[in-house]
C-alpha cells in the first residue's frame, strides 16, 4: 500500500514538473525582427536596446547600411522588417517616386543638420560668390536652406513648402551664393576635411561617424524644433505587430532618450527635447 502511495506521489510530481517546463518553453518563445540602419547613430541605439528587447522576446538583429538608398529597397522587398535611417519628408518622397506604401509607427531622435567651414567662423561671413557643398538628399533641401534663410543670406518664394523646397525656391540670394548638390551625403565630411567648397553641409550621423561634433564644429546648426527627427520605418500593415511595438517602446522609453542624450553629449537630439 506504501509502495503504491509513493508510486503515486511520485507520478504527481512528475506531471507537474512536465507542466512547468511547458510553461516555460511557451514564455521563452522569441520573436526574431530584422532592422535595417546606418551605423550611427541608428545602429548604435538599436545594439543599446538589443538586451532590453531580448528581455521582451524579441531577438534584434541588426543590417548596418551605409547609404541612403537601399535601406527602403530592402525593406519593400521584406529582407528587413523596419529600418531606422530617415525621416518623414525624405519617406514622403520616397514613397511618391516609388510608389511606396511604406509608413512609420513614430519618430526617436534628432540629427540636426549643420554647415561647416574652414574659411569662415559664421555663415554670415561667407563672401560673395562663395561655393556651398550640399548633398544630393533631395528631402534635406529644405533643412539647408532654412539655415540660410535664418542667416539673412537668402530669402524663398512666397508660399514655399520648407519640408519639400529646392534651390529653386530660392527668391533672393544677396551674397550670390552658389549651391552644389549633386554629391552623395556619406562623402560631405571628406570634402570638408580636404577644404574643398567655402562650405559643406554635412548631416550629424555622418559628421559624428567623422569625429566632428556638430555643437562645436559646426558654423551653424539646425535648431531642435526641426520637422526632420528621425523614424523607424515598416510596410503598412506592420506598424501594430507586438514586435514593432515593443521596438519602438523601447526605442521612445525614457531610459532610452536619456541615454541618447548622455551618449552624444547633444549631438543626437532624443525627440523628448524636440517635442
Not at 512528475?14 to 518553453?25: E, I
Not at 551664393?177 to 562650405?199: C, I, R, T, W
Not at 526641426?226 to 517602446?249: C, E, F, H, Q, T
Request: net charge positive.
Amino acid at each position: 500500500m506504501r509502495k503504491k502511495r509513493i508510486l503515486g506521489l511520485l507520478a504527481v510530481a512528475a506531471t507537474a514538473f512536465l507542466l512547468v517546463g511547458c510553461g516555460k518553453s511557451t514564455s521563452s518563445k522569441t520573436t526574431t525582427i530584422t532592422v535595417g540602419a546606418s551605423a550611427v547613430p541608428h545602429a548604435e541605439i538599436l545594439k543599446h536596446i538589443q538586451p532590453e528587447l531580448k528581455k521582451e522576446g524579441v531577438n534584434l538583429k541588426i543590417k548596418v547600411f551605409q547609404d541612403y538608398v537601399l535601406p527602403n529597397k530592402a525593406l519593400a522587398s521584406k529582407e528587413l522588417d523596419a529600418n531606422y535611417f530617415q525621416h518623414v519628408p525624405f519617406l514622403d518622397n520616397w514613397n511618391k517616386e516609388n510608389n511606396g506604401s511604406i509608413v512609420s509607427p513614430g519618430a526617436v531622435h534628432l540629427e540636426p543638420i549643420g554647415v561647416f567651414s574652414k574659411k569662415v567662423k559664421n555663415l554670415k561671413d561667407l563672401k560673395d560668390g562663395a561655393t556651398v557643398l550640399v548633398s544630393s538628399n533631395v528631402a534635406d533641401y529644405g533643412r539647408v536652406l532654412t539655415l540660410f534663410k535664418d542667416a539673412g543670406l537668402i530669402t524663398l518664394k512666397k508660399g514655399t513648402d520648407i519640408t519639400s523646397a529646392n534651390f529653386s525656391d530660392i527668391a533672393t540670394n544677396k551674397k550670390h551664393l552658389v549651391f552644389k548638390h549633386s554629391y552623395e551625403a556619406k562623402l560631405m565630411p571628406q570634402f570638408y576635411k580636404n577644404n574643398e567648397g567655402d562650405a559643406v553641409v554635412i548631416n550629424a550621423n555622418y559628421a559624428v561617424q567623422a569625429g566632428l561634433d556638430p555643437r562645436k564644429d559646426a558654423i551653424a546648426l539646425e535648431k531642435s524644433d526641426s520637422p526632420y527627427a528621425n523614424i523607424v520605418a515598416v510596410r503598412k500593415g506592420d506598424k501594430d505587430k507586438p514586435a514593432i511595438k515593443k521596438l519602438m517602446k523601447a526605442l521612445r522609453s525614457k531610459s532610452t532618450q536619456t541615454w541618447i542624450k548622455n551618449h552624444y553629449k547633444g549631438a543626437i537630439l532624443p525627440v523628448s527635447s524636440t517635442n
